[in-house]
């Protein structure tokens, strides 16, 4: 897949920077006053999530809507598998101070729920991750339960139900069933919900690790 990020730069001309997959961005020229610029990856668990977001933003402010969706929830999926081979990358480090190798994730990977929609795979991580059901994480967590508070309509809901319906089930609406119809609205409720949800991930990463 393709990535595109267009930065402004100081002259009010625009950079465009292009990768594909996981891949370096290459250098860009200032469409305006040709200045040479570079763009470097934030830190995060996964990159490509993070690029994934970009690129729901992308697709819906481009008109794709039912696209911007289905992209949001990948950017989910990603975050949330690389948080797991984080994890038994960061144990098998601190056993034999070895990084793994793509065989040893290629193993692991069995070992990640495939099915169950958000609910097998979220618990799976939190309790690997941090010993407790995400739904108490997100109540526990001061930063976590702001995110999750912010959203629209969730008094009284369960956070693991919550990101189910709102986000998952709209995914596997789009790709199982057919349903191409999405709309501006349903889009950009979609992807706010999917940006507070990896914020919510990047905070269980950083209290697990946060301290190291």
Not at 89 to 103: C, N, Q, R, S, V
Not at 133 to 157: C, E, G, Q, R
């Amino acid at each position: 897949m393709k990535f595109t990020f267009v930065k402004l730069c100081s002259c009010g001309g625009r950079y465009i920077f292009s990768a594909y997959g996981d891949g370096a961005f290459g250098s860009a020229t200032c469409t305006n006053c040709g200045t040479p610029g570079y763009l470097a990856d934030p830190l995060s668990v996964s990159i490509t999530a993070e690029r994934l977001l970009y690129r729901s933003k992308a697709e819906l402010e481009g008109g794709e809507y039912t696209l911007s969706i289905v992209i949001a929830v990948m950017a989910i999926e990603s975050y949330l598998t690389r948080l797991f081979m984080k994890l038994k990358g960061m144990d098998k480090y601190a056993t034999i101070f070895e990084l793994p190798t793509p065989e040893q994730e290629a193993g692991w990977e069995k070992e990640y729920p495939r099915s169950g929609g958000f609910h097998g795979p979220i618990g799976f991580v939190s309790k690997r991750l941090l010993g407790t059901t995400f739904d108490k994480f997100v109540a526990d967590n001061t930063t976590a339960k702001a995110i999750f508070s912010a959203l629209p309509n969730t008094p009284n809901a369960a956070a693991t139900d919550y990101f189910q319906n709102e986000l998952f089930k709209r995914r596997n609406r789009i790709v199982h069933w057919g349903y191409v119809n999405s709309d501006k609205a349903e889009a950009e409720r979609c992807h706010s919900i999917a940006v507070a949800l990896v914020s919510i991930l990047r905070e269980m990463d950083r209290s697990k690790y946060g301290n190291l």
